[in-house]
């Protein structure tokens, strides 16, 4: 079993990790465009451009999946991508978790880059899942890029600057972007020193991960029935997702770690970027030996 993802950077790693924790003999592919990045700025004619050439080198290593780990490239790039690579090549892409974040029925905020802060696309989750909730979008400036270059103090202004943006009623947050599962911990630990305490927050890499394995026929993913795009980060160490899959942070479950890893920048073969190792999910996907 072979799982292709990609993405402009790093952002990719939190849906990789629980790929491996969910499967870890899945082989998997990591193409990404560091030459382009970030792709929220971009225009969406741009954004499909660079996501198809991405998608297509990923699609040369014969995977059995393709996770579009990218908040930005599944609005703009997901049509023109499953137009090309299926039926062929499953695509699985990637939303903001909104419609969980409003069952609840509490107010909540989403976190996500200037660019889809406020944007027709986000706006219209809103009206479709969470129209009688109060939701309140928070941009995220700067903290993307400090992510994916791993700049410690780039990522504590930028997540500060957030969680001043934050209502203090807000007990539920939505990860708007991928890079920013990567510091869930980060965030829950600035938004509890403003007195937010018990802070959920709704990723969506478990539930990524759950449904491209289900779609291929992933033993875990088809037992726990993820639906596409939604998961919540609680206050424990594990990724709940909504539908029943945990995906322990602090490892697989069960199994050794035995899937091979190909990393693909901007097409070519390559080792993690050293920022990747920054972080668990990173380090985790270094455990193995990887494929030159």
């Given at each position: 079993?072979?799982?292709?993802?990609?993405?402009?950077?790093?952002?990719?790693?939190?849906?990789?990790?629980?790929?491996?924790?969910?499967?870890?003999?899945?082989?998997?592919?990591?193409?990404?465009?560091?030459?382009?990045?970030?792709?929220?700025?971009?225009?969406?004619?741009?954004?499909?451009?660079?996501?198809?050439?991405?998608?297509?080198?990923?699609?040369?290593?014969?995977?059995?999946?393709?996770?579009?780990?990218?908040?930005?490239?599944?609005?703009?790039?997901?049509?023109?991508?499953?137009?090309?690579?299926?039926?062929?090549?499953?695509?699985?892409?990637?939303?903001?978790?909104?419609?969980?974040?409003?069952?609840?029925?509490?107010?909540?905020?989403?976190?996500?880059?200037?660019?889809?802060?406020?944007?027709?696309?986000?706006?219209?989750?809103?009206?479709?899942?969470?129209?009688?909730?109060?939701?309140?979008?928070v941009p995220c400036p700067g903290l993307a890029d400090a992510v994916e270059n791993a700049d410690d103090d780039a990522i504590d202004r930028a997540v500060a600057a957030a969680a001043a943006?934050?209502?203090?009623?807000?007990?539920?947050?939505?990860?708007?972007?991928?890079?920013?599962?990567?510091?869930?911990?980060?965030?829950?630990?600035?938004?509890?020193?403003?007195?937010?305490?018990?802070?959920v927050l709704h990723g969506s890499a478990g539930a990524v991960a759950a449904q491209a394995l289900r779609r291929i026929g992933g033993v875990r993913a088809v037992a726990a029935g993820v639906?596409?795009?939604?998961?919540?980060?609680?206050?424990?160490?594990?990724?709940?997702?909504?539908?029943?899959?945990?995906?322990?942070?602090?490892?697989?479950?069960?199994?050794?770690?035995?899937?091979?890893?190909?990393?693909?920048?901007?097409?070519?073969?390559?080792?993690?970027?050293?920022?990747?190792?920054?972080?668990?999910e990173g380090r985790l996907l270094a455990a193995v030996s990887q494929v030159h």
């Amino acid at each position: 079993m072979k799982i292709a993802l990609m993405d402009s950077g790093i952002g990719l790693l939190a849906a990789a990790g629980a790929v491996r924790r969910l499967c870890p003999e899945a082989d998997l592919v990591l193409s990404s465009d560091p030459d382009g990045m970030p792709w929220g700025p971009r225009s969406p004619r741009d954004v499909t451009e660079r996501a198809l050439v991405v998608a297509r080198a990923a699609a040369q290593h014969r995977p059995d999946a393709l996770i579009v780990a990218c908040n930005t490239a599944s609005v703009h790039a997901l049509p023109a991508l499953r137009a090309e690579l299926e039926p062929r090549l499953p695509v699985i892409g990637t939303v903001p978790a909104i419609k969980p974040a409003a069952a609840g029925g509490v107010p909540f905020a989403i976190w996500a880059t200037p660019a889809t802060t406020g944007s027709p696309y986000q706006r219209g989750l809103i009206r479709e899942f969470a129209a009688s909730a109060e939701v309140t979008e928070v941009p995220c400036p700067g903290l993307a890029d400090a992510v994916e270059n791993a700049d410690d103090d780039a990522i504590d202004r930028a997540v500060a600057a957030a969680a001043a943006l934050t209502p203090r009623d807000v007990r539920v947050v939505v990860l708007g972007c991928t890079h920013y599962e990567l510091v869930a911990e980060r965030i829950r630990t600035a938004l509890g020193h403003r007195g937010l305490a018990a802070i959920v927050l709704h990723g969506s890499a478990g539930a990524v991960a759950a449904q491209a394995l289900r779609r291929i026929g992933g033993v875990r993913a088809v037992a726990a029935g993820v639906a596409e795009g939604a998961e919540g980060l609680g206050p424990a160490s594990a990724a709940q997702g909504t539908a029943g899959v945990s995906v322990p942070r602090n490892g697989p479950l069960g199994g050794r770690l035995t899937g091979r890893l190909t990393v693909l920048l901007g097409g070519r073969e390559s080792a993690l970027p050293e920022p990747a190792l920054a972080y668990a999910e990173g380090r985790l996907l270094a455990a193995v030996s990887q494929v030159h």
